[in-house]
């Protein structure tokens, strides 16, 4: 029996493999998350994607894993995951109003396969007011996220529109993923 491993400890990316009904483990590792600021987003998302699969892929040889890594970018800026409050507030006052861009790489590794992608999806914010702010920074949910915003959650009170793949913007391009798992010889349900 094929073994997949997702390697993050991202609840959002849980859930999203869940939905799709497999069966997996999670495996996360701590990996320097830093990286060369002269990298396209693309080729950062991909990078450190393939970081954090390798980080597990070392210890379990005979499985699949799935490793993946979401930023934002906004005037050509990296907006990664907030620090704090204050830095949360920030970047959402930066996002406001604006159109930016989510990119989240993947990488998959088995034994025989090596690869890993990106996707790219346009998203644009309503105006936001300095109370819409503090409300969404209180809540606690911009801490953990690329860009100080998950729009599956309250977040989504902020987005006025997407171009591109929402689950991609959650955390997982579900879609892609699973054709990338068939053609790299994961044996699927489906």
């Not at 859930?15 to 002269?38: A, C, G, H, K, R």
């Not at 977040?155 to 959650?170: E, N, P, T």
Request: glycine share 6%.
């Amino acid at each position: 029996m094929q073994n997949l491993i997702l390697a993050s400890s991202s609840p959002r990316r849980k859930e999203l493999l869940e939905n799709l009904q497999l069966t997996f483990t999670i495996s996360s590792s701590e990996v320097d998350e830093s990286f060369d600021p002269m990298l396209s987003p693309e080729d950062v998302v991909m990078e450190l994607a393939e970081r954090k699969a390798q980080a597990v892929f070392k210890d379990n040889p005979e499985s699949f894993v799935l490793g993946s890594d979401t930023i934002v970018v906004a005037n050509g800026q990296v907006l990664g995951k907030p620090t704090n409050s204050e830095e949360a507030t920030r970047m959402l006052t930066i996002l406001s109003g604006q159109q930016h861009d989510v990119y989240t790489g993947v990488a998959i590794l088995s034994a025989n396969v090596s690869t890993k992608f990106f996707e790219k999806t346009e998203v644009e914010f309503w105006e936001l007011t300095d109370e819409e702010i503090s409300y969404y920074v209180q809540s606690g949910e911009p801490l953990d996220k690329a860009g100080s915003y998950g729009i599956q959650q309250l977040g989504s009170m902020l987005v006025k529109r997407i171009k591109g793949d929402y689950f991609a913007v959650v955390g997982l391009p579900v879609a892609r993923t699973v054709r990338e798992l068939r053609k790299a010889g994961y044996q699927l349900p489906y």
